[in-house]
């Protein structure tokens, strides 16, 4: 599969503060913020994991959501963009009782 074009700066910029505004309420999965990652870099699973010392099957499975990745992995994804893996809250479906 060839390479898909990188996105601009600017673009980079408008993906990079969506990304961290989800991030900040809790409303990204793993699969997902792995694959935003790698789409914020304009880079293959491939290019990604090679990238960020990780095999392409463990980038390639976290992104469909089948893989079982371990701290160290995701820590070393993770760590470019100033994140790492960590206790959050779980977010519940019942609304906060007053």
Do not use: C, W
């Not at 990204?28 to 304009?42: L, N, V």
């Not at 090679?50 to 070393?76: K, M, Y």
């Amino acid at each position: 599969m060839p390479r898909r074009n990188r996105p601009t700066r600017e673009e980079q910029n408008a993906l990079r503060r969506a990304f961290y505004e989800r991030i900040g309420r809790g409303d990204m999965t793993i699969p997902e913020a792995i694959k935003a990652m790698r789409e914020m870099t304009g880079l293959t699973q491939a290019e990604f994991a090679a990238h960020r010392g990780v095999s392409r099957r463990v980038i390639q499975d976290i992104e469909r959501g089948t893989g079982n990745p371990t701290v160290d992995s995701l820590n070393s994804v993770a760590k470019l963009f100033g994140l790492q893996v960590g206790f959050v809250p779980i977010r519940r479906n019942e609304p906060a009782s007053s």
